[in-house]
């Protein structure tokens, strides 16, 4: 079992950077791919960016390339979504995700995600 909390939403304008972070529970961090997702009101849940138990893959959707990077940190149990150059339409509640112990390969399917955290609102104003 894993606990997701997520930190670092706010408000920001455009252009601007924020770095959300997720503390995750229990000692089985290391062996979870992770990714994070997006949801924007009125809108199906999204993929944003995903990476393996190592860091050493790493998957983004097209619409932030570029602009974020995702991150972990295993020995703090931690993984982090680096945001640049924001834009309007980032807007969302921010989910980051776990999968489920031992699949170390990053996901961009929802679905395949088991454990959630409770997310963390991301405001961009133009």
């Known amino acids: 079992q894993v606990q997701l909390v997520e930190s670092g939403g706010g408000l920001m304008q455009a252009g601007g950077s924020l770095r959300l972070s997720c503390a995750a529970s229990g000692r089985t961090f290391s062996n979870h791919a992770m990714g994070w997702f997006r949801q924007a009101p009125g809108k199906e849940r999204e993929f944003v960016a995903a990476?393996?138990?190592?860091?050493?893959?790493?998957y983004y959707a097209d619409s932030v390339k570029g602009r974020f990077t995702i991150s972990r940190d295993n020995l703090k149990n931690t993984v982090y979504l680096q945001m640049n150059s924001l834009k309007p339409e980032d807007t969302a509640v921010y989910y980051c995700?776990?999968?489920?112990?031992?699949?170390?390969?990053?996901?961009?399917?929802?679905?395949?995600?088991?454990?959630w955290g409770q997310g963390t609102q991301v405001t961009v104003s133009s």
């Open positions: 990476i393996s138990w190592s860091g050493g893959v790493t």
């Open positions: 995700a776990a999968r489920p112990l031992l699949l170390r390969v990053p996901s961009k399917l929802t679905h395949d995600y088991d454990y």
